[in-house]
């Protein structure tokens, strides 16, 4: 956990973890931004998972889907998901 600040928020996605639709993502997202003290880190695990130390320093967890995913194809999911989070918010089209 070397590269995680004091201060950080740390999120961990997983399958098990709360769903949002897009544009709740979006409100709790810039939510969370707006009122975290140091980064969001938003954590997903590799083949085996994430470390005990890593989970108890998690604020909540967020599920990407309740399918179990590997996780090059949960970042991607991810990164999508927060491009359009990012649309929501500025009130683009990309969304629709």
Same mark, same amino acid.
């Given at each position: 956990m070397g590269i995680l600040r004091e201060r950080d928020t740390v999120i961990l996605c997983h399958e098990a973890g709360r769903e949002y639709t897009s544009e709740e993502f979006a409100s709790w997202l810039f939510r969370r931004l707006e009122t975290a003290e140091g980064r969001l880190v938003l954590c997903i695990g590799g083949a085996y998972g994430v470390s005990?130390?890593?989970?108890? !320093?998690?604020?909540?967890e +967020?599920? +990407?889907? !309740?399918?179990? +995913?590997?996780?090059? +194809?949960a970042a991607v999911v991810l990164f999508e998901q927060l491009y359009r989070a990012s649309t929501i918010h500025r009130g683009t089209g990309y969304h629709h």
């Open positions: 005990e130390a890593v989970r108890e !320093r998690a604020k909540e +967020l599920s +990407l889907s !309740r399918c179990t +995913l590997p996780h090059e +194809l």
